[in-house]
């Protein structure tokens, strides 16, 4: 029976027959939506094309990204230096490609630890309601109150500057709002038939949390990450610019930027480079996000 | 009629909230459903048809009286396993009774698991069969089905742990003629076959008269009356309220 | 008053892209609204709330509205900038949805929504709102108002849900009303209620109600006029009262599976669907009783 389908027909069959037919087939749906949306793509298949980068770094830089060469230093672009070099002589283009793993670093631990944080709390809050509730969102309310890069600064003055440090502060930083998010998609579906249901045959709290609670919540948070991913680089930018983040010699973007601006005007490239990395892994992200929003919205997905 | 009654409420009463907006849905409320019976629960709209029946499958814990399901007294909110191999509910829309992300597959299953029923495959295909879906069904998602067929695997979910009394929420309202008329026809053959009891709300009197034996009535969160369906059907009711039901379900009279 | 028609639609059609090619849920349609009661009936999936969004704009992309002609009081609605159409909707065309249950907000009360959909529409203080509120909870017979105000809709019942959408979208007054299964839920002797609300606003103010719906019997005694759809297509026309008298094989099989509490079978028959049905010729009655408008 297989044999006479297309494995497109296969895929989108109204009446699977196995679990996995099922799984790949909303799988499939939901890409080919999302290939609907050419920037979305477009931010695919950036995002791709850094991870690539990432991983094969060395293989791709040309130079060394920490071998100066003060002979040649603050070179225009060049067919020697595609992008330049900065104040030490050191080649940009090697620098951004390393610092890809550096931004990549940063970008996939914040955007595991803050959203599962904000999931937790969000969703605990607003499933158990009562004081858990109160005292749960007082604290995010507090971690609210203040600007996010303020507390980040602080909470790498008090550990110490370094990358890790960086890290830590920004996912801190950044759950409050998952938090928000998560309690609130957590009000509308708790008093849910489904849920009721479910409690019917004798499911536990920790069963509804996170079988049937979680699922729904978790692609509205993909979204929010996915769009709120270029704040965390420039976040993380932002730290390594005043020198809080990733330390030199690292090829960390923000940190980057930074040495250039003193040349900014007789020597734009060795701050535009790295600027204009960050420019096109925020703008990718937020095309992502987009993307992802018309697969995830469950408001497109059912009926 | 030595044998108790599958379902026994007595002196039930259910609030929400705390005492200055408290409401009390439900006051002194008794009824007895015998085994093997259909019993309808009609009345006005927010009379607390609903509640009675999430306060005895435990959805609410705000309630005081005697409620006892198969010879066992319940207290509180908290059910054990015992008790949802005994009960279980259909409820209203079949819109959000399903979780939009849950295959029937991954319901049915999850639902044997907790209840603790081996042989998950095989169970599932029957499951599907009894309620006339097919096999066909048993890896769709909520959106890929219609109404009717979402309140077919609610029912289905509901006969996963084999219990002995189904709590129906108006099971049909949301659904039209033919398809009520399905649903309808295949609650009679699940009782019928699996001796199942019922108790079941709705509003439609006709409805009430195709399924049960016997009715309750309900206003204001009181029970009015209690009556057998040959009554109904002769209209010989005793209460005000009972009679104008009936008389209002034979017309809508356009005013002039 | 006048004859010509307050709502007019002609070869309506509603297209959903699918992964399986162009879904077809309205096969082009035709009706005209006068100021009366028009009944929609019709099995689970045969486009009828389909058709009443598709008048307000309320299709959502990818779904694709056409007709050769939807007009309101003479002026084309079809596919209007949604800026417009926001003046239209919920002011002088509302309607009530099916779900009301999701067409609420689940943490907002229920009487900050009603207040807030009205002064929309209605340049009025948050008092005089609110004493509309009231007011309109009261006519559909809602017993405590004040308490329901208050209350989140979880909290309150399925048929009290129905009524605070139908107060809702009664509250402004609008010249059209497409009423999708407003009384499902609600106990027989509220429902009469609610229609004789519905019933005096089309006698004594000339709104037009599209009155969706599937309970037939209902309809045979509350509309003037019936549609019966199936499968995206109008198969049948016919006055009101004389719905008993269907000739269509589709009417007559969902008038037979109809419970009757006067006389009890064993098994309620059910339909079998023919293919024939789906692009059949509909059937009217005499053209004298169709004339637009449907003024008795
Ligand atoms: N969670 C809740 N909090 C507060 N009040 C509630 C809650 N649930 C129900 N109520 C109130 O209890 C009363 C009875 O509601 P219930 O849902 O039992 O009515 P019902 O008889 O099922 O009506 P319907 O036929 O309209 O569904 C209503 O007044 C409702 O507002
Ligand atoms: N977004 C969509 N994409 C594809 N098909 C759709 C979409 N929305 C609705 N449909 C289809 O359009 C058809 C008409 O739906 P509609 O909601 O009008 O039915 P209905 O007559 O109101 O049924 P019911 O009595 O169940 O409310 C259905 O077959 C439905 O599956
Ligand atoms: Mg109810
Ligand atoms: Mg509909």
């Known amino acids: 029976m297989t044999n006479t389908m297309t494995r497109r027909e296969w895929l989108l069959s109204d009446a699977p027959q196995t679990r996995r037919q099922a799984r790949l087939g909303a799988f499939y749906q939901g890409w080919l939506t999302f290939r609907a949306n050419k920037l979305a793509m477009l931010g695919l298949i950036i995002l791709i094309l850094l991870l690539g980068m990432a991983a094969f770094a060395p293989l791709l830089a040309p130079k060394s990204p920490f071998a100066q060469d003060l002979a040649s230093r603050l070179q225009p672009p060049s067919a020697e230096h595609w992008l330049g070099t900065d104040a030490l002589g050191r080649d940009i283009l090697s620098r951004l490609i390393h610092g890809s793993r550096i931004t990549l670093f940063i970008v996939g631990t914040v955007a595991l630890i803050a959203p599962v944080i904000g999931l937790f709390i969000g969703t605990v809050a607003g499933f158990a309601g009562g004081w858990v509730d109160q005292v749960l969102m007082r604290i995010t309310d507090i971690f609210l109150a203040f600007p996010k890069l303020i507390l980040a600064l602080a909470f790498v003055a008090a550990l110490g500057p370094s990358i890790g440090n960086a890290v830590l502060a920004l996912a801190l930083t950044a759950w409050p709002p998952y938090a928000r998010l998560a309690r609130a998609e957590t009000l509308t579906i708790r008093n849910a038939d489904f849920i009721a249901a479910a409690r019917l045959q004798g499911a536990g709290r920790a069963r509804l949390l996170f079988r049937h609670i979680w699922p729904l919540c978790v692609s509205s948070l993909i979204v929010r990450v996915a769009l709120d991913m270029a704040g965390i680089i420039l976040s993380a930018a932002g730290l390594g610019f005043l020198g809080l983040g990733a330390q030199p010699p690292m090829p960390e973007w923000g940190a980057m930027i930074s040495d250039g601006r003193t040349y900014i005007l007789d020597f734009w490239w060795v701050a535009a480079m790295p600027g204009l990395a960050i420019f096109t892994v925020s703008m990718a992200f937020n095309l992502l996000g987009d993307g992802l929003r018309d697969v995830l919205d469950p408001k497109g997905g059912a009926k | 009629m030595t044998k108790p009654p599958m379902l026994s409420i007595h002196d039930l009463n259910v609030w929400f909230g705390d005492p200055p907006d408290r409401v009390d849905a439900v006051k002194h409320a008794s009824i007895a459903v015998a085994e093997g019976a259909s019993f309808g629960l009609v009345g006005e709209s927010g009379s607390g048809k609903s509640t009675i029946l999430r306060a005895v499958a435990g959805l609410i814990d705000s309630w005081s009286g005697n409620l006892e399901v198969a010879g066992r007294t319940i207290h509180g909110a908290r059910r054990d396993r015992q008790f949802f191999k005994t009960v279980q509910m259909v409820f209203q829309d079949p819109y959000a009774s399903l979780h939009p992300r849950h295959s029937v597959d991954a319901v049915l299953s999850e639902t044997l698991r907790l209840q603790g029923i081996g042989d998950v495959d095989r169970r599932i295909n029957r499951l599907l069969d009894d309620v006339g879906l097919g096999r066909s069904f048993r890896f769709r998602y909520p959106h890929q089905l219609s109404g009717g067929q979402r309140q077919r695997v609610a029912i289905a979910r509901a006969l996963a742990a084999e219990p002995r009394l189904l709590l129906l929420d108006e099971p049909t309202s949301a659904l039209d003629v033919s398809v009520q008329a399905e649903i309808l026809n295949l609650l009679s053959d699940l009782r019928a076959e699996h001796g199942l009891t019922y108790l079941m709300v709705t509003h439609d009197l006709a409805v009430v008269g195709h399924m049960c034996d016997r009715i309750a009535v309900m206003q204001h969160g009181r029970l009015v009356e209690e009556l057998q369906v040959e009554d109904l059907r002769r209209g010989a009711a005793q209460a005000d309220y009972t009679r104008g039901l009936i008389a209002a379900s034979g017309s809508y009279r356009a005013g002039g | ?296």
């Open chain 3, 1 to 296: 008053m006048t004859d010509a028609p307050l709502l007019s639609v002609r070869n309506l059609r509603v297209t959903f892209p699918t992964r399986q090619g162009l879904f077809q849920a309205v096969r082009g349609i035709n009706f005209d609204l006068g100021r009366e009661r028009l009944g929609v009936v019709g099995e689970s999936g045969s486009g009828k709330s389909m058709t009443g969004r598709s008048v307000l704009g309320l299709i959502r992309p990818p779904g694709r509205v056409e007709a050769d002609r939807m007009e309101f009081q003479g002026q084309s609605i079809l596919n209007l900038p949604e800026r417009r159409m926001r003046k239209i909707r919920g002011q002088r065309i509302s309607m009530v949805m099916q779900d009301p249950k999701f067409s609420l907000n689940p943490v907002m009360t229920v009487g900050r929504q009603i207040t807030e959909a009205y002064r929309l529409h209605r340049r009025v203080s948050r008092a005089d709102a609110h004493a509309k509120a009231l007011e309109m909870l009261r006519a559909v017979q809602i017993r405590d108002p004040e308490r329901v105000m208050d209350s989140y809709p979880h909290e309150v019942s399925g048929g009290m849900g129905q009524r605070i959408m139908i107060a809702m979208m009664l509250a402004p007054d609008p010249e059209i009303l497409i009423a999708d299964e407003p009384t499902s839920a609600l106990d027989v002797s509220v429902r009469n209620e609610v229609l004789s609300i519905m019933d005096n606003l089309v006698r004594d103010r000339g709104m037009g109600l599209i009155f969706i719906s599937h309970d037939l019997n209902m309809v045979a005694q509350f509309c003037d006029r019936v549609l019966i759809m199936y499968a995206g297509r109008i198969v049948e026309t016919l006055p009101a009262r004389e719905l008993h008298k269907a000739r269509h094989p589709y009417t007559q099989g969902l008038l037979a599976s109809l419970p009757r509490l006067d006389a009890p079978q064993d098994r309620l028959p059910v339909l079998t669907r023919q293919d024939s049905w789906r692009d059949g010729d509909p059937i009217a009655p005499h053209a004298d009783t169709d004339l637009p408008g449907g003024l008795r």
